[in-house]
């Protein structure tokens, strides 16, 4: 099975200060890696999407120079929030494509970061 | 723009029930997803139906695809406790060559024994 590692679950960081949050594909290659975030009880809202070795699309609306997106390997995605503020609080979660034996491209999500800005 | 829509937001049944969940979404899409979320977890995938007509039955859950009426039902035969969660549908769109996923609006479910 394809499984997505995602670290940290949890942080707590105080207002000013970056955080960096990985994504891993364990077993598998992932060209698109894709970023989203998740406030209590909403939707998931797709943040930007991450190809390898290129620079991340982000959706309208979101600040690239906020959120750092870095794809450096077909398995690894890094999320930076930087200068981190309380509305940054959010649940952060990243999925990754992979193309199952029928043709379709199954989605396969992390376990979400929780993140909470002081 | 691809809008997704799921219908009721909030859904408490007993044990022993049957319901479905709609699911709408605005423009074209050849895939749809359905997916499940237990509280404070990430996404669990239930189904994938990639053409008009699909059905896919998994336990207790059944989902189908109707892509002319753009619609995608989860339907719950004989509910259990353990069923209770949120449940996303998501369609498929492209963009510049990117394959996206739009979320629904979730679906909270409460399964009262």
């Known amino acids: 099975g394809a499984v997505v590692s995602q670290h940290p679950s949890r942080v707590i960081c105080k207002s000013g200060t970056s955080v960096k949050i990985e994504c891993r594909s364990l077993?598998?290659?992932?060209?698109?890696m894709f970023w989203y975030r998740q406030f209590p009880k909403q939707s998931l809202m797709l943040m930007a999407t991450s190809n390898e070795g290129s620079k991340a699309t982000y959706e309208q609306g979101v600040e690239k120079d906020k959120f750092l997106i870095n794809h450096a390997s077909l398995t690894l995605s890094t999320l930076t929030v930087t200068s981190a503020h309380p509305e940054d609080s959010s649940f952060y979660i990243c999925s990754a494509s992979k193309r199952s034996l029928s043709g379709a491209n199954v989605l396969t999500f992390g376990a979400g970061s929780r993140l909470t800005v002081l | 723009e691809l809008k997704v829509e799921q219908n009721p937001l909030f859904l408490s049944m007993q044990e022993g029930k049957n319901y479905t969940i709609y699911c709408n979404y605005s423009t074209t899409s050849d895939r749809l997803y359905w997916y499940r979320q237990d509280p404070g977890k990430s996404l669990e995938s239930l189904f994938v139906l990639l053409s008009n007509g699909a059905v896919k039955q998994e336990g207790r859950l059944m989902a189908s695809l109707d892509t002319k009426a753009r619609l995608s039902t989860l339907h719950i035969t004989a509910a259990v406790h353990d069923l209770s969660a949120t449940y996303f549908c998501?369609?498929?769109?492209?963009?510049?060559?990117?394959?996206?996923?739009?979320f629904g609006t979730g679906t909270r479910l409460t399964i009262i024994p």
């Open positions: 998501a369609a498929r769109y492209l963009n510049f060559g990117n394959e996206k996923l739009t």
């Open positions: 077993d598998f290659q992932a060209t698109t």
